[in-house]
């Protein structure tokens, strides 16, 4: 009987790092042995997060406390920016899967330009591979750090992707129309997230400004096979789990919308997470939450030559703490689904 | 000093004929004197609403026992199908707004086939005005009959319609992603609006389907001057009372963001309900719940040539009794915003 | 390797339906045989619960339709009133967990009088154990019929029972004010259970008069050894699963609120789902939100010689489907928490 | 015509401030002529709340920058503590309604108790009036300071005064649970108030120890004739606006629940915003919504000789800035319920 893998989780004070211990509390090959939050060091999780008061777990320590040489494994849920330095620091012996977007973006110059500051480990940014797991999986098992995606653009490229791939819609209009619940802004005391500001209403936020429209770009161009420019409007609504997507296409020449469907049931064949839905079926968010799931429901436009995608996930596990362990499972050799197939919790 | 115009309010027990009791007791001009609810006869309308138990009402009716004779205007909150013959029969003297899908389609044609049914009063639906006030004032001013616009084309018409008047933007891919609250569904005991069934989550909805979808067409196709096919996609998300619409469009040839904020501008340039944002001001439901505001806001797209609007109104006021009784003063000759003038009410 | 326990599950389209499903989906021991849900018989789970369409289950059938003879344990999740004469036509080697009030009250009179008819199957009644699972875990061991108690009844009696029965307060003035989510009332369409009727309000209903009062009497009077009357009064507030009760007591003869303490800590040591918390730390509903955990608080009064308890349980699973399956763990001689080990999910 | 009564507003830029504003803005009596907001300074109003973008207001000020020689009103909306010198710094000649909690004990020994802090205006203190209107009308007309009650005291002294003064219920076990929206905790950035934090569940808080306690205990001593000490119990709710009071009695001698009905009645018959149910019907925090209005059931106990009463109010207007104009009304010998005649929103 092998030993289990030595965890430390970087950031467990936040919405993810709650998440990551949650589910990795269940893991049969995990042991976490370090959980930091700077500023709530000295505390136990449980104090911070009381839904997880029963789990026997280490201390919440800072950084700097942790010894990395007895560890195997690091999951990074820290904030954008306070990423790269800490990896870098790293024992080489030790993976890493970062669920922040410190290194999301392969080209340094984007990221400068998007976060504000020149990349702090470009080296380390080389090695990195982006770890949306259905459409990196070979990479992902070989890869020492996994950069994971964020949760707007796995919900816009896992339906996207394929088709692109395939040639089956225009690249050159595509429009994302995303609606987010609350938890993805995280745990921080801000005005914009408090419950009157967000309850019984919704607002787009970010026009044409937000973060994760290059790292959208980023996997569509590959996948087209040359530049690809996107709308993506997010709006924030009353929930705290979930993410709607719903995605404007041009049909390629001769293509129809059961070819979109054929595509994307081909592609997502034998996945245990992405589902395509029946003809008629409108994925929900609330069917997803709490699971890792990503329902895609494909639909004609009353436009000619058009169509529409639904993409729904969870955003706090499929967007971001269940695809990092996704890819711990597949980085360790392990069942892929091991720890997350819990079912989504509906009402 | 002149008498009170006698008011008679059809199907008052749902939530818009709630929303005309409310707003029409504080008219200085109105006097409500009959009030009906079929399966509600006998009740008063505190036992229904309790909110409004404070006013001195007449108890509700059957549509049959009204005595039209000492009516004078009519607001129609009936079901879809229900109010062409009940409006072909009455006085000639009687002026009608009318809340339902029944006279807003001038094609019958059109109407028989979204409908499911033949129209029931087409020499009627010949008189009806569309009642789009800002957009139809001096027809509503005239009219004996208007058809209120729903609540959805209500949100999309009022920033299209002068850009397509314009020619300021293509009319042959407009995309219409719409989040409505669950009022808009009804008072109706229908499983699919339970609470359970919506809070902590959204979906599309009646996709490439939707009985509005038709409505919009008929309003941008008179605008453009030729027909307009749309995109339009409904969402349905927790909250009570609000609609927001992200409109997204291509510009036309030379035309630049700038210019559709300026067409903007200056059409609603002093109108009391519809508000054009500031540059980089996105509209929130919430600002615009309990009022008879729509906000607008103009955005550039990240794809070059394309540009987004946002507009939002409160779908059971502007979007329905609200804007019912702002054609009410209009045909009556009164004060546009009397008994309108309240303030959203935020948090 | 013994084979797996073949269950039924009758009324499987409600909500607890839905959570013994989703629970039992992943229990080692069961294999669920047949689902009923009369008005959806011929569907699939997956239609009526589409965040369960990933599982492979036989198709809902009406009652009639089952062969109960391969069958060995029945979870009943019908509706009040219906289940009395389909427990009694079961065969006799079939156990039964039963998540109705059918069963609840062992004084038919007192069931006559709250339910407004005759019991159906006195002798049964008899026969049934009332399953509060950790404070009667000895007879649902032995038992055949097994009632599970509601909800309500649940949150007061875990903390209330060991009170009594160390004569720790006193018996004739316990005040039960308890805070509901929705999903108490079920899936039926009901105007009370709208979204628009419920969302940003509370309040009080059933006051002194609601059919969970007779069934926590019964449980307090036992552990008092006399008749003890309750003033139990329910909320409904805007949350889809969870109840808050909220407990106000008066201390027996040279008792303190420590001693409160200490006796529930004593009793519910090593109890792996009821959790006395420390000092000062209030328990939140959210905190147990998919689990089958009930969290206690104990707090000193204002008012001198009292005190304060605060409960917290997710009514579907520890209120209704997975006490059931704690039963059923219990009853088949199984580990107590088998495919109930989930953590709350967080936000 | 008589000019109109300047008004200063402090603490314009929380949520009870902008309820004032909105208010104010329909009060043809009304001209803000100063608004304040420290940290907001130099903005305008509807760059902090949207919503109220449209009034034409002066821009928001530090309070230094206000000159109080042209201002004959103030409405303080500060946090608690920060009040006292503010007002005592004023020009005698201006009234003043304070909405803190700085002038609502009368005992300065019990302010430094539960506010930590010496009482930095006791001279002032003498004369301040407590201004809950209904119960205070002539001290108010003739105040120069009024103190404005607190959410929770409102909620509870409006039906419970009466009934001490009368002597009908027992003034040494009153047990009051409450349950209050969001808003109550105000606009600022905190933890307990996200979005996240607060859905989907309910919690009690700051038991046996939130000062509201000696307030309520101040009024109830008052119309006891002899000191009282009181449970209070608050809840924190996903709601934004609303508090929901659940008051458990003893009845005195003799007295019966029609009693206590007949006392409430008696005592709020005329009254324009205090409304006793009839029997049998429970009041609803949404039937009172964005109105100044307070509910009050009274309903028989199960357990003898007991009764409970439930009130209703929106905290933010009945329990914050509606019973401040309400007060200025009555001071400035102004119609009482002027700007306070807008009915509830709902849904």
């Known amino acids: 009987m ?7 989780i970087l950031g467990a004070s936040g919405y993810t790092g709650a998440e990551l211990v949650r589910l990795l509390a269940r893991h049969p090959n995990a042991d976490m042995v370090a959980l930091t939050a700077d500023r709530r060091a000295g505390n136990t999780l449980g104090a911070v997060f ?18 990395f040489s007895a560890v195997d494994f690091v999951f990074c849920a820290l904030p954008h920016g306070t990423t790269q330095e800490v990896i870098a620091a ?16 392969e080209d340094v110059a984007t990221y400068a330009q998007w976060y504000g500051h020149e990349h ?10 982006y770890g949306l797991t259905e459409l990196a999986r070979a990479a992902v098992a070989k890869a020492r750090l996994v950069a994971c995606p964020g949760c707007y653009p796995t919900s816009a490229q896992l339906p996207l ?10 690249a050159d209009e595509i429009i994302i129309d995303s609606k987010s619940g609350v938890s993805g802004a995280g745990r921080a005391a801000k005005e914009g997230s408090l419950f009157c500001e967000v309850t019984e209403g919704i607002h787009a936020y970010a026009i044409a400004s937000h973060r994760h429209a290059p790292e959208i770009e980023q996997g569509l161009s590959r996948a087209a096979g040359r530049p690809v420019l996107i709308n993506f409007t997010p709006h924030l609504m009353p929930m705290s789990r979930g993410i709607f997507s719903t995605l404007y296409v041009r049909l390629g020449n001769g293509v129809s919308v ?66 990092a362990i996704q890819n711990f499972n597949v980085m360790m050799g392990l069942p892929e689904t091991t720890a997350l197939e819990q079912f989504p919790l509906f009402p």
């Open 50 to 67: 009381p839904h997880l008061a029963a789990l026997t777990l280490p201390p919440l320590l800072a950084i700097e406390a942790v010894d």
């Open 120 to 129: 702090r480990a470009p080296t380390l940014q080389q090695e990195a591979v």
């Open 258 to 323: 059961a070819d979109l469907r054929a595509i994307l049931v081909k592609r997502y064949a034998g996945e245990p997470f992405v589902k395509v839905l029946p003809d008629g079926v409108v994925p929900q968010t609330r069917h997803v939450r709490g699971s890792n799931l990503c329902l895609i429901g494909v639909f004609a436009d009353r436009l000619p030559g058009r169509a529409i995608l639904c993409s729904v996930i969870d955003n706090l596990i499929k967007g971001a703490s269940g695809q």
């Open 90 to 105: 790293l024992p080489a012996t030790v993976k890493v899967a970062d669920l922040s977007a410190d290194f999301r973006l």
């Open 2 to 8: 092998s030993a289990k893998i030595r965890i430390a």
């Open 161 to 170: 992707v394929p088709l692109l791939e395939a040639g089956a819609i225009a």
